[in-house]
């Protein structure tokens, strides 16, 4: 019996030492890749929470900022508001810790503007309790800037429209800044056979804004701004910075969305260049709304 042998050829293969890596040695080049030992350093610290009341306070205002930016600066009763509360639910955060809490609600209540009387149509617009009114006390003592909206309802104000102790301005202590928005003036002629009488809008609003003013002695600031329609000659205006005008101490200011603050530099450059061109004044002054002084020259002195 014959026996066949077969030659077989066997190949080895080198085995690798260590693992395949494509990323180069540290000690040649720096990896991109975070390593083992990184990866344990960035790791949670033990208990899996993160120490957010040992930041500073200003990291922390940033971080409440960022929650609450979803949220419109000027607050009212408006269904569009709630579902921004409801979608993002950044009032989760009041509930993590009594600290948290106290600074959160500040934070929020101390940065945005709240609206005296709803302005939404509907159900909202003739309600006995505005949004201020629906708040507690110690939310209301955080705000910092309100905003009285005048224009609607101009024909027939509603009943809730009332300046009284349920509106809770009494705990607002902390308020600065009072922002007036005219979104129109009655007494201009285009009104003239609609109204309910004659001036009868502008002293109602003209009575509400001194209501507002003597239950708020804080106010610091009167902002006054409109649309376009609104002259700042008419009675509407008039009428309101007289009754600021009455209160000491207050600093009215001009909002961006009419212009009146650029309206009033130029009426002051334009007087400044008529009386420059006849000579007839030898000394003045002129205060620009940012409250610079504008230095100028008639007939050889030097008005500062």
């Not at 600290?99 to 209540?109: S, V």
């Not at 102790?165 to 009104?191: K, N, Q």
């Not at 109602?204 to 000659?233: G, H, N, W």
Request: overall charge positive; glycine content about 6%; some cysteine.
């Amino acid at each position: 019996m014959m026996t066949k042998r077969i030659n077989r050829t066997v190949v080895v293969v080198p085995q690798l030492v260590g693992n395949v890596s494509t990323t180069p040695r540290s000690f040649a080049y720096p990896s991109a890749y975070p390593s083992e030992a990184e990866d344990e350093v960035v790791a949670t610290p033990k208990g899996g929470k993160f120490p957010f009341l040992a930041l500073p306070s200003e990291l922390r205002n940033k971080i409440y900022s960022l929650v609450f930016s979803a949220a419109p600066l000027h607050l009212d009763l408006d269904p569009s508001i709630f579902k921004i509360f409801h979608r993002t639910q950044m009032f989760a955060i009041f509930r993590v810790s009594r600290q948290l809490y106290r600074e959160a609600t500040h934070h929020f209540f101390s940065t945005h503007t709240f609206r005296l009387f709803p302005t939404f149509p509907g159900r909202y617009f003739k309600t006995k309790r505005p949004l201020l009114a629906r708040l507690p006390a110690q939310y209301r003592q955080s705000i910092t800037s309100l905003e009285l909206r005048l224009g609607p309802g101009w024909n027939n104000p509603p009943r809730g429209w009332v300046v009284n102790d349920a509106l809770g301005l009494a705990d607002c202590t902390s308020v600065r800044v009072l922002r007036i928005f005219v979104e129109c003036d009655p007494s201009d002629a285009i009104f003239k056979g609609f109204r309910k009488s004659e001036g009868f809008y502008e002293e109602f609003s003209a009575s509400l804004l001194d209501e507002v003013m003597k239950k708020v002695p804080s106010i610091k600031i009167v902002e006054f701004d409109a649309y376009t329609s609104v002259k700042r000659s008419g009675d509407m205006m008039s009428g309101l910075e007289q009754v600021v005008a009455k209160y000491e101490g207050k600093i009215v200011e001009w909002g961006r969305e009419r212009g009146w603050e650029k309206e009033t530099e130029q009426i002051w450059l334009d007087a400044l260049l008529i009386h420059a061109a006849s000579q007839r004044l030898s000394r003045a002054r002129a205060v620009l709304p940012e409250e610079k002084p504008l230095a100028f020259a008639i007939g050889g002195d030097l008005a500062v």
